[in-house]
């Protein structure tokens, strides 16, 4: 499992020296976007739920062209960076005119960078990129410039506990690739940001995350030692919380956001059982404290002989059950970061039909979950997740209509 996911480097890729190096460090640091199309859906559907990464054969490219980009769709990858990025404010028509470009651009890059046979010569010679991408866009943005988002659309409010960096979080522009290694998300990185960078975008902040290696089938863990997202929607489910409702809006999404610092040291020094208690499943083997095995549906309303919920009334699992929010599921795909030995957490990223679904769940959990006193949330963001691209055509084209 990486542990340094910002500096590794995939061992088959030739090393970058002098100029070449620098300039992917720094572009690495600067920019990023996307819009891959959705192939493989029926693989992504399976091993989504299961959290495993890498889950394509390593000779597959993910096509960039289709209905829903495949940052949303595809297995998720080892590898991640998110960038955020701000237009210029000018007027509305000039800005319009921008955010066009940078579409276009993103469009331009990410296309071929995903593509069997990408141009740029350090991405050659080494097998498909596996790229996978999405690019989304802010609701500050969205309002300024009249776009045609969802009207779901909106900033969270803040929360109890939050502690918010605001240079870590926001932006006009919200970007994720994901890879199979470090080195095709630096190379991308350099190549989108300098195509966004010429289109008329800034950066405004960037984070690298990752996943462990996990076998075939299971859920990967986060640095808690916890499976992370074993309750994931199926497939039909996605299409009446995840996905938009019929129209323009159909195959876009919105992405909520959130860098939250863990107490990684401070939470193992609880004895196993009590681990377990905070977060409502058994830590060996991901199996609700209601159930027998890891996708089983927790039953937040079992009790023990004494009266007491088997599934304790600040567990997390208890608070973010669907039962308690009518239902309402979120597709879930976060990275683990290590950003120092003081620093490393959760990349939250969570995948929604309306954000206020989330703002339900982290209004009760910052009120009553046992596991809040080992987190800190440090930086937000929502985005609306464009409709993939058609061949031809460019992310964002319905965003005028």
Request: glycine share 12%; charged share 20%; net charge neutral.
């Amino acid at each position: 499992m990486p542990t340094e996911s910002g500096n590794a480097q995939d061992p088959a890729a030739p090393a970058a020296t002098g100029p070449v190096r620098r300039r992917a460090l720094l572009a690495a640091g600067a920019l990023l976007a996307a819009g891959l199309g959705a192939a493989g859906d029926e693989l992504a559907r399976d091993e989504r739920r299961s959290g495993r990464p890498g889950a394509l054969p390593a000779e597959a490219a993910i096509a960039f062209h289709g209905a829903r980009q495949a940052g949303v769709t595809a297995p998720a990858q080892p590898a991640t960076q998110l960038l955020a990025l701000d237009l210029p404010q000018t007027s509305p028509a000039a800005d319009r005119q921008t955010l066009r470009a940078v579409l276009g651009a993103l469009t331009s890059t990410l296309s071929d960078t995903a593509g069997d046979a990408p141009s740029d010569p350090r991405l050659q010679g080494g097998g498909a990129s596996r790229l996978t991408s999405l690019v989304g866009v802010g609701p500050a943005l969205a309002t300024r410039l009249g776009l045609n988002v969802p009207a779901a659309l909106a900033e969270l409010p803040p929360f109890p506990g939050d502690r918010l960096d605001p240079a870590r979080g926001g932006g006009d522009l919200l970007v994720q690739l994901c890879a199979a290694d470090r080195w095709t998300l630096t190379v991308v990185a350099e190549l989108v940001g300098t195509a966004a960078h010429a289109a008329g975008a800034v950066p405004r902040w960037t984070q690298s995350g990752f996943l462990p290696v996990t076998a075939p089938g299971t859920t990967a863990r986060n640095l808690f030692g916890f499976k992370d997202g074993t309750a994931n929607p199926d497939a039909a489910a996605d299409e009446s919380w995840v996905w938009g409702p019929p129209g323009v809006h159909l195959n876009g999404t919105v992405l909520v956001y959130r860098r939250i610092r863990m107490d990684v040291a401070g939470f193992a020094a609880l004895p196993g059982n009590q681990r377990d208690l905070v977060i409502g499943r058994r830590a060996r083997d991901g199996v609700p404290l209601t159930g027998t095995a890891e996708h089983d549906d927790p039953d937040i309303y079992a009790k023990n002989p004494d009266g007491s919920y088997v599934i304790p009334a600040t567990a997390h699992v208890r608070l973010t059950s669907p039962r308690l929010d009518g239902g309402a599921r979120m597709l879930r795909r976060s990275y683990s970061y290590d950003d120092g030995p003081a620093d490393r957490g959760l990349l939250f990223c969570a995948f929604m039909r309306d954000p206020a679904q989330f703002s339900r769940v982290q209004n009760r959990l910052a009120g009553r979950d046992a596991l809040t006193p080992f987190l800190e949330h440090q930086a937000s963001a929502v985005a609306y997740v464009l409709p993939g691209a058609a061949p031809g055509g460019s992310l964002g084209d319905q965003l005028w209509t």
